[in-house]
């Protein structure tokens, strides 16, 4: 197995070619359609993916507000790459020992599936060559680009795919790896150690969607697969292992299909709504309830052959249900799924006899009341079996929540670059590449073992500091006063447990950090009450108000006089069990204090005024 990654990460400057705040926003103040056409490139061919894109005939529609400008609706030209910008992959570049190029030519990338208004994305070479060392391998860095992001996609509904501009432009780092990976977790790994390097700039932005992973994957025999958009770093080794399986699996049907003789499909699609009239029921039954039609296609040699092989759950079948989808349909029935769907043994004899298709031979049906986007649609089912003769196919895919991936469009070819002739071309001044490289931030392995050291944290607790890209902060509120471990217990465990509990994030600036440990250290309310408060806050809304959260959460203070009388009511109202169980009666009265304090004392104390209340009474040293 080849495994190769791409990192997409969004930086924290102002958008790439125009100078508009790089913001989402959900404020719309108006909107353009646009229809996109695939163009030739600098070589005057046209690239694959563009061409099946604009196949599709849809409708783009444009939501623009406060965070756009002409140039994203492309009514005007753009302006140089953004200083701030090309200084953030400059020092990836170095951080990555790479080699910056001698002269920047910002290059058109033919993209036209409405992501972008203008039907191209801006992309800029900004170094080559480098590498990256993990758990002491070195994988090598095959180059950095500056680019554009796309707009972000809000709606699809009737041919109409609306995309909101706010994202459109804001700067991005594409890093990109030599397929020198042989596992899915060596590739999650590697992701890792390039998203800690990035998040050392302090330049990057941070959320949901800032940062992306394409990963490239291929098996013996197999060929280059782009898995695009994958955002879970755990999710990596599952989407490399669940292609490496349906390669597999594709390998199996192709020599099965050769050995059976079967060919490609070679004759015109066939109506079969006459032969389907009584079907009221599944996708067929609802075309025929709108006045639609029925199409199929013989697959030659292809019977028994669209179901999962033993041992797996990837199956041909789905392969072709995908062309159909990425053609706008929800996809087909194909002969080895039925009977089915109310269509019974009677109806596929009469559907074999309509396609001349004998017992050797599958077919497939597409059902729609638009005969054009049904004809497409068998169009590519058919280039597609066609492809299966030959095994893998290299395709571009979209991931899925679990862990598999769909076909989204062809992979992209050369065609699709040529040079922007609105920016001209710019050098880069030896003096720039030296003042950065003179001020190059920690590297995350020095970081890390400088926390252990100076802050006496955990290596896995440092490890998280600094792959999650918090140690600055860390360190920020430590130079405040706080305590580095209670600021660690903060970032790394309360903070992500109260965001992954529900709707919507918890985002505390630093300010509000420091106001709610300072509280905690001065005795308000124990750290076990952090999450507690957490949820509070997190239900103010906007208005966040510490003091407030503390209060409505019941931490009004107790002090350790009071909590040793908390313990002695205890222990007197319990006096049946602790005459019965002596100093072992500790256990379970030790949870009954807890719920009773509340978080308003540090475990350790309730522990200890406890074991005092039941030594007075009992005589006996409680068991720590």
């Not at 440990?517 to 510490?546: S, T, Y």
């Amino acid at each position: 197995m080849k495994v190769g990654l791409e990192i997409h990460q969004q930086l924290a400057p102002r958008k790439l070619h125009c100078r508009c705040p790089g913001e989402l926003t959900e404020t719309v103040q108006g909107a353009v359609e646009r229809r996109l056409r695939a163009a030739h490139g600098e070589e005057q061919g046209v690239d694959p993916a563009a061409e099946f894109q604009a196949a599709r005939e849809l409708v783009y529609r444009y939501e623009w507000g406060p965070s756009n400008c002409l140039v994203d609706l492309d009514e005007e030209p753009p302006v140089e790459l953004d200083p701030d910008a090309l200084d953030v992959a400059l020092t990836m570049a170095l951080l990555l020992h790479a080699r910056p190029v001698d002269e920047i030519q910002v290059m058109r990338k033919i993209v036209v599936d409405g992501s972008n208004t203008s039907g191209f994305q801006r992309t800029s070479l900004i170094a080559v060559g480098g590498y990256v060392e993990v758990e002491g391998r070195r994988i090598t860095v095959q180059s950095i680009c500056l680019e554009e992001d796309a707009a972000r996609k809000v709606a699809e509904k009737d041919g109409v795919v609306t995309y909101r501009l706010d994202r459109l432009g804001i700067p991005l780092i594409e890093i990109s790896t030599e397929p020198e990976m042989s596992s899915g977790e060596e590739a999650r790994r590697v992701a890792e150690e390039i998203g800690a390097l990035l998040r050392a700039t302090d330049r990057v932005r941070r959320g949901i969607g800032t940062i992306r992973e394409d990963l490239n994957v291929s098996i013996d025999g197999g060929r280059r697969v782009e898995i695009k958009g994958a955002q879970e770093l755990r999710l990596l080794p599952e989407y490399v292992e669940r292609e490496a399986e349906r390669q597999r699996m594709l390998l199996t049907v192709r020599e099965a299909l050769r050995g059976r003789g079967a060919t490609a499909p070679d004759g015109p699609p066939v109506d079969l709504t006459g032969a389907l009239t009584g079907v009221a029921g599944g996708p067929v039954g609802q075309a025929l309830r709108r006045q639609g039609v029925v199409l199929g296609l013989r697959l030659p040699g292809f019977a028994g052959l669209l179901r999962s092989p033993p041992g797996t759950t990837e199956r041909l079948g789905r392969e072709l249900a995908d062309q159909a989808r990425a053609c706008g349909l929800h996809g087909l029935l194909h002969s080895d799924e039925l009977p089915n769907a109310e269509i019974g043994e009677e109806c596929v004899r009469r559907l074999r006899e309509l396609l001349g298709a004998g017992s050797p031979d599958a077919f497939v049906l597409v059902a729609g009341t638009d005969r054009r986007p049904l004809l497409r649609a068998l169009e590519a089912v058919a280039q597609r079996a066609a492809a299966a003769l030959e095994g893998v196919p290299g395709e571009t895919r979209d991931p899925l929540p679990d862990g598999r991936s769909r076909y989204s469009r062809p992979i992209p070819g050369r065609f699709r670059m040529y040079p922007e002739t609105d920016v001209p071309p710019m050098g880069l001044d030896p003096e720039r590449i030296d003042r950065l490289r003179a001020a190059l931030p920690e590297r995350p392995s020095v970081r890390r073992d400088r926390l252990i050291r100076e802050h006496r944290l955990p290596a896995e607790v440092a490890g998280q500091l600094v792959v999650g890209g918090q140690a600055g902060l860390l360190e920020a509120l430590v130079a405040r006063g706080r305590s580095a471990p209670l600021v660690a217990r903060l970032l790394t465990q309360d903070l992500p447990a109260v965001n992954g509990s529900g709707e919507g994030g918890l985002d505390l600036t630093p300010d509000q950090m420091d106001e709610l440990l300072r509280a905690c250290e001065a005795g308000r309310f124990a750290k076990e009450g952090l999450p507690q408060i957490l949820e509070v806050l997190k239900g103010q809304g906007a208005e966040r108000d510490v003091p407030r959260a503390i209060a409505t959460a019941g931490f009004t203070g107790l002090s350790r006089e009071e909590l040793d009388r908390l313990a002695e009511a205890l222990v007197d109202r319990s006096a049946d069990l602790v005459r019965r169980r002596g100093a072992a009666a500790f256990s379970p009265l030790m949870g009954d204090l807890m719920r009773e304090v509340r978080g308003r004392r540090d475990g350790q104390e309730i522990a200890e005024a406890l074991r005092k209340a039941l030594r007075e009474r009992t005589g006996e040293a409680p068991t720590p």
